[in-house]
């Protein structure tokens, strides 16, 4: 009996300290990767686990890091837009107006089309009917023309909102014809698109008041 739990035991000794070589090995293994992975600054792998080792960081390396994130990003903290946005002001869509309504005043229908992009829409103030071509447009400004218009927007009631490539501009406009002196008040919206080499108008759609206007309100005043 002593022989045989002599034997035992010194088998089960043998085990363990076979099981402790092996840790050892292991864990002297892991130990090398971390590091040759310190050494290099890279993240290495090692018996199926991950090993985040990095180098430390030097006041020479820091600064380089520092700027391209100052680069990277606007000083106010805001993100950096698409880098094929094109943006626009406020007041350059304002000024898109400005454009369109020097064509309208020129009485030219043309003049007034090439305002509006190939594809564009306009539901015009006079007529039912969508216009959707460029003779379709063309034919509404013929009629619209002979009454000499000119369009003035109402500040106070305009809203305006610019994205990358697109912007909006919408709220109430008076137009005042020459040749009968009569006024229409209106609202309206327009929508711009840059094509690649200008803004253009996407979308116009333009209606009369649809409850009658008093002579006294403060849009028909100059």
């Not at 064509?103 to 007034?112: R, T, Y």
């Amino acid at each position: 009996m002593n022989k045989i739990a002599g034997s035992t035991g010194a088998l089960i000794a043998g085990l363990l300290l076979a099981g402790c070589g092996t840790n050892s090995g292991a864990t002297g293994a892991t130990g090398t990767s971390a590091a040759s992975g310190a050494a290099g600054g890279v993240d290495r792998v090692s018996s199926g686990s991950v090993v985040a080792a990095q180098a430390p960081a030097s006041a020479n390396s820091a600064a380089p890091l520092a700027s391209a994130a100052s680069a990277a990003a606007p000083s106010d903290g805001s993100a950096r837009p698409p880098r094929d946005c094109r943006p626009i002001t406020k007041k350059q869509v304002k000024r898109l107006f400005d454009r369109w309504n020097a064509a309208v005043k020129s009485g030219d229908p043309e003049a007034v089309a090439k305002n509006y992009a190939p594809d564009s829409l306009l539901l015009a103030t006079l007529k039912n009917e969508p216009r959707t071509t460029r003779a379709a447009k063309v034919d509404y400004f013929e009629e619209f023309l002979e009454r000499k218009p000119v369009g003035r927007v109402i500040e106070t009631d305009r809203h305006i909102e610019t994205d990358c490539r697109t912007a909006l501009d919408a709220g109430v406009y008076v137009f005042t014809f020459a040749k009968d002196g009569s006024k229409t008040v209106a609202r309206y919206t327009f929508t711009y698109r840059w094509d690649a080499r200008r803004w253009l108008i996407s979308s116009h759609h333009s209606s009369a008041m649809p409850e009658p206007v008093a002579a006294d309100s403060p849009w028909l005043k100059p």
